[in-house]
């Protein structure tokens, strides 16, 4: 038992670092090769803060870990928007560009919506007879088409606003070729074999403390694979630029459901296991409540008090899991 709490936090610790290495290296040498600041952040730092939950949900269905798998998504949302959205809130009030409250939101809103759609068959008119809930290959497929299109969105905003206020430009370092290398290899391969230990060891706690797989999923890897957003956006907030956060919180958001459950789903159908439709409907919820704090009294701020209200959430809805266990 104490060998598997010291992998699982081995494996979040290669995570962490392997995102980070990872993340620095190839925004480095994108960089130099020519790409603006906002390219970057939008692509490479993106999924450098999404990689966490890709490398654990990849893992997780290849292993036939469902409940991880899909849990870690969904828990991952939720604590992207009610914990880092209210802690960020609660350190210094978000100011919401109108971009963001007209396209992000609204899409990341339809991410949810969409994977909901896809994901219980047996609710959804038009999967008549289905006796199980499968996030099948298809609809992988089809998840990474509308990241695509996001995908082809965020080119083009980049494109649009070439000198975007909050895009990183920081000076190029001046780290050397090889040394790039190695940490876009050695993030890499940290990734890999964090997220390998983090999954088996989060398993078998599971099955020691009786626990379900998708009860860790929602809480705890979720939890672990979020720490690279909070982190971002914490220290946004500290540096006086908290805007920056919802763009982390959504755009990571967007990177989970339409990437990682689209690659997660293509390599290997998920079964819905342990993940009910409540958790899914929490999802949502917290996804509205986000924009409706947003466009309140046309000020675009999210102010401490939602905030609040926020991280108020995440709690009762951490105490509804236990207690449901």
Do not use: C
């Not at 290495?21 to 925004?27: I, K, N, P, V």
């Not at 949302?77 to 959205?85: E, R």
């Not at 630029?241 to 990571?252: C, F, K, L, R, T």
């Not at 947003?294 to 951490?318: D, M, P, S």
């Amino acid at each position: 038992m104490l060998v598997d709490i010291l992998l699982f936090l081995l494996g979040i610790v290669l995570i962490i670092a392997g995102a980070n290495y990872l993340t620095e290296g190839a925004s480095t040498l994108a960089r130099r090769m020519g790409l603006s600041p906002l390219v970057v952040g939008l692509t490479i730092v993106a999924f450098g803060t999404s990689a966490p939950e890709l490398i654990v949900s990849l893992m997780s269905a290849i292993k036939g870990n469902a409940g991880i798998a899909m849990g870690n998504v969904i828990g991952s949302n939720i604590f992207n928007i009610l914990a880092i959205g209210g802690v960020t809130a609660l350190v210094a009030p978000i100011t919401i560009t109108q971009s963001t409250i007209r396209r992000e939101v609204p899409l990341m809103l339809l991410s949810f919506l969409v994977l909901f759609f896809l994901s219980y068959d047996t609710i959804f008119a038009g999967t008549a007879g289905a006796t199980e809930n499968v996030l099948s290959r298809g609809e992988g497929l089809t998840l990474l088409g509308f990241f695509l299109i996001f995908l082809t969105y965020t080119f083009a905003i980049a494109k649009g606003a070439p000198d975007d206020p909050h895009a990183d430009h920081t000076p190029i370092r001046p780290y050397p070729l090889w040394l790039l290398i190695l940490f876009i290899g050695g993030g890499l391969a940290a990734l890999i074999y964090g997220g390998d230990l983090f999954v088996s060891s989060a398993s078998s706690i599971a099955r020691t403390f009786g626990m379900s797989e998708s009860f860790i999923g929602l809480t705890i890897v979720a939890t672990g694979t979020s720490l690279p957003e909070l982190a971002t956006s914490v220290a946004a907030a500290l540096k006086k630029q908290p805007e920056m956060a919802v763009g982390n919180i959504v755009g990571s958001n967007i990177f989970n459901i339409f990437l990682i459950l689209g690659v997660s789903s293509t390599i290997s159908p998920i079964r819905i296991v342990g993940v009910t439709a409540l958790d899914f409907l929490v999802m949502i919820a917290s996804g509205l409540l986000l924009y409706i704090f947003a466009v309140l009294f046309g000020q675009r701020v999210i102010k401490r008090g939602e905030g609040a209200i926020l991280a108020l959430g995440f709690i009762a809805y951490t105490v509804y899991l236990i207690i449901q266990l």
